[in-house]
Nanobody, 114 residues
């Protein structure tokens, strides 16, 4: 599986963005998917995950503001980000796990200005 994240950009605090992660190859629907982010000088952290069955989990800092979803028919995962804060500035990566595999895409940069 190859993953391609898109949708990042520069926004002001309080605004919204939607990230997409398009997957090529077979088996997208069986993978557990996730978004992670890495800010300058910090370790990569969990943003949100969604299982193959659709169960979701969020990092504490984004609960109530971000929503993860997936469209298996389109082999795509999404991250709707609302009420963005400057501390959300980071490179966002999408991830697919399952069947002993762990795939990462190249990140997309989100910059939130105050």
């Amino acid at each position: 599986v190859q993953l391609q994240a898109s949708g990042g950009g520069l926004v002001q605090a309080g605004e919204s963005l939607r990230l997409s992660c398009a997957a090529s190859g077979s088996g997208f629907s069986v993978y557990n998917m996730g978004w992670y982010r890495q800010a300058p000088g910090k370790e990569r952290e969990l943003v949100a995950t969604i299982t193959s069955a659709g169960s979701t989990n969020y990092g504490d800092s984004v609960k109530g503001r971000f929503t993860i979803s997936r469209d298996n028919a389109k082999n795509t995962m999404y991250l709707q980000m609302n009420i963005l804060k400057p501390e959300d500035t980071a490179v966002y990566y999408c991830n697919a796990r399952g069947w002993g595999n762990d795939f990462w895409g190249k990140g997309t940069l989100v910059t939130v200005s105050s």
